[in-house]
């Protein structure tokens, strides 16, 4: 069966400093791995996706993931956070095509000002 | 403007009664999905749909039914035998061909028994 940890319930970073969002994966085959944020009373938004090449994926609004087959992991960076990044953030893998998502706890990032 | 809708944002129900809510796609996605939202719990999987007339149940798919009689729409139905069913609901749809397979969400509902 697949899954998806997300090891951190919350991440507290200082505004201005790097935010890191750890995800590790346990997916069949060659995952399809995606990082997506949610708002309160949102809908979740994608933000990046791995398919397949250069090891380090850059999304929007400034994140970027960086893949680690070895490690199965997929941790979502950003060099310089913003108070308006806290939000609630979501790791996803798929073996791809149409068999379903598998998505992590989420992780509630807060960055203080 | 494409997208995701979903209706309504809120709904009350009452002990005993059967609710639905709504999801329409104007993607042109083969697939989608209905999602539970519960507070520190994240998302949990109800049921899926890969093409018009058929679909699978998910992880949690007691106590609620759905339909896909056209490629836009996938209703979920709560029935009363989900003993409790008060959660943030997310429909999502994506596409199985071609570069990607991102999946996209709606705005999701609200359901609240009462």
């Known amino acids: 069966a697949q899954s998806v940890a997300q090891p951190e319930d919350q991440v507290n970073v200082a505004e201005g400093n790097p935010l890191t969002v750890k995800c590790t994966y346990s997916?069949?085959?060659?995952?399809?791995l995606f990082w997506y944020v949610q708002y309160p009373n949102r809908g979740l938004q994608f933000l990046l996706k791995y398919i397949t090449g250069d090891n380090l994926v850059k999304g929007s609004y400034g994140f970027e993931a960086e893949f680690n087959k070895s490690q199965t992991s997929f941790h979502l960076k950003k060099p310089s956070a913003l108070v308006s990044d806290s939000a609630l953030y979501f790791c996803?893998?798929?073996?791809?095509?149409?068999?379903?998502?598998?998505f992590g706890t989420g992780t509630k990032l807060q960055v203080i000002p | 403007d494409g997208g995701i809708t979903q209706s309504p944002k809120y709904l009350f129900r009452k002990e005993g009664q059967n609710v639905t809510l709504s999801c329409e796609q104007n993607l042109n996605h083969d697939a989608m999905y209905w999602y539970r939202q519960d507070p520190g719990q994240g998302l949990r999987l109800i049921y899926y749909s890969q093409i018009v007339n058929d679909f699978q149940k998910g992880d949690i798919a007691e106590g609620y039914s759905v339909s896909r009689e056209k490629k836009e729409s996938f209703p979920l139905t709560v029935t009363s035998a989900q003993k409790n069913p008060t959660a943030f609901y997310l429909c999502?749809?994506?596409?199985?061909?071609?570069?990607?397979?991102?999946?996209?969400f709606g705005e999701g509902s609200w359901l609240t028994v009462v």
């Open positions: 997916v069949s085959g060659n995952p399809y």
């Open positions: 996803a893998a798929s073996p791809g095509g149409y068999q379903k998502v598998t």
């Open positions: 999502a749809s994506r596409s199985g061909t071609g570069f990607g397979n991102t999946i996209y």
